[in-house]
C-alpha cells in the first residue's frame, strides 16, 4: 500500500462557511477511515489556510474519489487541491521500510 497526501488551499471563507459543510465533510472523512482509507486528517492553523489528508491506497483513484465528492470541494469552500504521493520509509507502517 502505498501513502498519498491530500492538500487543500482554503478559500478566504473557510472558516466562516465551515459550520454549514461540517457535518457531511466529517461523515465523508470517517467513513473512509472505516473502509482504512483515511489515516488522518486536520487543518493547519496560524494561520487556517490549508487541510492536509493522509491516505493509503494501491492508487491516487481513492483520494480523487474523495475529494471530487468532498462538500467543501464543491462547495467553493477550498480554492485548490493537489495530491502527493508520499514515499514513507520510517515507521511500523511505513509503505517501504527502510532499516540502516
Given at each position: 500500500m502505498k501513502h498519498y497526501l491530500l492538500f487543500l488551499d482554503f478559500s478566504d471563507s473557510y472558516e466562516a462557511r465551515r459550520p454549514e459543510f461540517r457535518t457531511e465533510h466529517l461523515e465523508k472523512a470517517w467513513a473512509a477511515v472505516e473502509r482504512?482509507?483515511?489515516?488522518l486528517a486536520g487543518a493547519l492553523t496560524d494561520p487556517l489556510d490549508t487541510g492536509v489528508i493522509l491516505f493509503k491506497g494501491e492508487s491516487a483513484a481513492v483520494v480523487e474519489k474523495f475529494v471530487k465528492d468532498d462538500p467543501y470541494v464543491n462547495n467553493g469552500l477550498v480554492r485548490s487541491w493537489r495530491i502527493r504521493e508520499w514515499a514513507t520509509v520510517v515507521g511500523n507502517d511505513a509503505s517501504a521500510i527502510l532499516r540502516p
Open positions: 482504512g482509507e483515511l489515516i
